[in-house]
């Protein structure tokens, strides 16, 4: 059933309004997700506002950047999963006016709705990094951060046959600055460090963090300390990276606990992994928190995942203001608690699910090992799988990894059954 109506008499697409019930903003994991999930629930009357023509299954990046996935597994067409009776509004968000319940789009088109969700994810920070733009994807300079350079890792990796392959992790201390998994920047080096060992080439790979630890959890982190000896491979806590130098391959950090001091590396491939914010349309908005560790993200209940001024808006994924890593397995168990609680406001209730702060980072350890970490805000292993030991690297968990999140992804959590 058409249930939007387009008010107001001006022609052309540039001044439409659309009035709907639900409005969702981004339509990558969590917007499809919770769009599916509506429709699952009969809610029809929903407006998706998402530009991008294709939908990406940005997990798999890791497995491109390491040569055993292509670029091409990890894309479809988003058309595929907008839910039956969605309206897709093709286009940017630009403005979000919570108090005339209104969402503007790049082209014109105004969203009316009763109720929002704000799901457009994060965006990479390259100009934190000075030389970083200019160089990507050239020099030996990549990340899998990006569809188009995840396979240009691979190049560079294979490339390496001596010298130094360094992999960095940003500062995500500094209020508003994130990366989302956080995991996948240690990940692509050991499945680099794997990979030189298995061709014997003499290749030093040095792991560098603007953070204290390897790893926030404890339990896991014990076990990656273990990985690195195994490879040898070189941790630098406390190490910002702020410039890169293309023609001399130098990499220069700040050093934390030193201020005003840097240091500087020289290398022959370097994988970076970028200083991240929540989208500009959040940041600009009443929506984001205005200072903290949070600014900029959207000011929502960590557990209910309302937003704590606008109760008829709801926000998750990599743009919430969660202390949580941010992945879509996070996302999954996000998506039931908002869907359960959006309900119950729209039914004249109180919000009564709460998330817990789980998610879960398959850290990848070499070619056909993987380690599932999954914990919760508080930081304590939550393990989900019975009878496995999780603390330990495994083969089941890898092919967990290659085949069978994937197909849950497509199939059961975009579908609203996952
Ligand atoms: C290299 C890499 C490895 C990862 N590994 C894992 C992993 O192993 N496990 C895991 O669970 N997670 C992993 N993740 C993280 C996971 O992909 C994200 O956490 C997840 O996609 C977050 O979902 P989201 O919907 O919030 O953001 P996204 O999926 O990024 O979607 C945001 C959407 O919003 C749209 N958008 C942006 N701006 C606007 C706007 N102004 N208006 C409207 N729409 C907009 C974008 O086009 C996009 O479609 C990885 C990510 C990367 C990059």
Not at 61 to 71: D, Q
């Amino acid at each position: 059933m058409q249930t939007y109506t387009a008010v107001g008499n001006a022609p052309g697409k540039a001044r439409e309004t659309y009035r709907c019930r639900v409005a969702i903003i981004g339509g990558g994991t969590a917007g499809i997700t919770v769009a599916a999930q509506l429709a699952r629930r009969g809610i029809h009357d929903v407006a998706l506002i998402e530009p991008s023509q294709k939908h990406y299954y940005q997990p798999l990046w890791t497995l491109v950047g390491a040569g055993v996935a292509t670029a091409e597994q990890s894309v479809r067409d988003e058309a595929r999963f907008i839910p039956r009776g969605v309206r897709w509004i093709q286009d940017y968000a630009v403005e979000i006016d919570p108090e005339q319940q209104l969402v503007c789009t790049r082209d014109g088109t105004r969203v009316q709705y009763d109720f929002l969700v704000v799901a457009p994810g994060v965006e990479s920070h390259w100009e934190k990094i000075e030389g970083a733009s200019e160089t990507l994807g050239r020099n030996g300079v990549s990340t899998n951060y990006s569809y188009d350079l995840a396979p240009r890792t691979w190049e560079f990796i294979q490339q390496t046959r001596e010298g130094v392959a360094l992999f960095t992790m940003p500062n995500t201390a500094e209020p508003g600055y994130t990366i989302k998994c956080g995991g996948a920047p240690q990940k692509i080096a050991y499945m680099a460090a794997d990979y030189f060992r298995m061709q014997g080439r003499p290749v030093k790979v040095i792991y560098a963090t603007a953070g204290g630890v390897l790893f926030g959890v404890p339990e896991f982190c014990r076990v990656l300390e273990q990985v690195c000896e195994r490879y040898g491979i070189e941790v630098l806590t406390k190490h910002e990276l702020i410039a890169v130098d293309p023609v001399r391959k130098q990499a220069t950090f700040a050093l934390k606990d030193k201020p005003g001091e840097t240091k500087t590396i020289a290398f022959d491939m370097l994988h970076i992994g970028p200083p991240q914010r929540a989208a500009q349309v959040v940041r600009e908005s009443p929506l984001a928190h205005r200072e903290g560790a949070m600014v900029g993200f959207v000011n929502v209940d960590i557990h209910t995942l309302q937003h704590v001024e606008y109760p008829n808006v709801f926000g998750l994924g990599d743009a919430a203001g969660l202390p949580v890593s941010r992945t879509g397995a996070a996302v999954r168990k996000q998506a039931p608690v908002l869907i359960n609680n959006l309900l119950k406001v729209m039914q004249g209730k109180e919000p009564d699910k709460r998330y817990n702060g789980y998610t879960s980072c398959p850290l990848v350890t070499a070619y056909g090992r993987m380690v599932l970490a999954e914990f919760d805000y508080n930081n304590t292993p939550t393990p989900s799988i019975p009878f496995i030991d999780a603390q330990r690297e495994r083969f089941d968990m890898w092919l967990l990894k290659k085949y069978g999140l994937p197909f849950m992804y497509w199939n059961l959590m975009l579908r609203g059954r996952a």
